[in-house]
C-alpha cells in the first residue's frame, strides 16, 4: 500500500488548505487514518484521524479550524484546514495505523 500526500503550499494567516491523502495497493474504507505534522526543529505531532465510520478526533490545536473527511469511493482521506496560523507550518503526513503505513509528506507554510 501507499500513500500519496498533496494539497499543499503558501497560504497567509487566516487561509485555508485541503490536503488529500490518496492510497493505492489497498481499498481503505475499513481502516483509520490519521494526519501528523512535524514542524522544524519539533517533534512529529498528531494532527487528526478519522475510522471507518467517519468519526473524526482532532488535536486541540486544531479543534474548530481543521476537519478531517474521507471518501471511500476515491480511497481518498481529506484534511480541510481553515484559520491557518503560522504555527501551522509543517510537513504534513498521512498514516495507515493498522499498518504503519506513511506518505511522503507535504509542506504547508503559513506566512505573510
Known amino acids: 500500500v501507499q500513500l500519496q500526500a498533496s494539497g499543499g503550499g503558501l497560504v497567509q494567516p487566516g487561509g485555508a488548505l485541503r490536503l488529500s491523502c490518496a492510497a493505492s495497493?489497498?481499498?481503505?474504507?475499513?481502516?483509520?487514518m490519521g494526519w501528523y505534522r512535524q514542524a522544524p526543529g519539533k517533534q512529529r505531532e498528531w494532527v487528526a484521524s478519522?475510522?471507518?465510520?467517519?468519526?473524526?478526533a482532532y488535536a486541540d490545536s486544531v479543534k474548530g479550524r481543521f476537519t478531517i473527511s474521507r471518501d471511500n469511493a476515491k480511497n481518498t482521506v481529506y484534511l480541510q484546514m481553515n484559520s491557518l496560523k503560522f504555527e501551522d507550518t509543517a510537513v504534513y503526513s498521512c498514516t495507515l495505523f493498522r499498518l504503519d503505513v506513511w506518505g511522503q509528506g507535504t509542506q504547508v507554510t503559513v506566512s505573510s
Open positions: 495497493g489497498r481499498v481503505i474504507s475499513l481502516d483509520t
Open positions: 478519522i475510522t471507518n465510520g467517519g468519526s473524526g
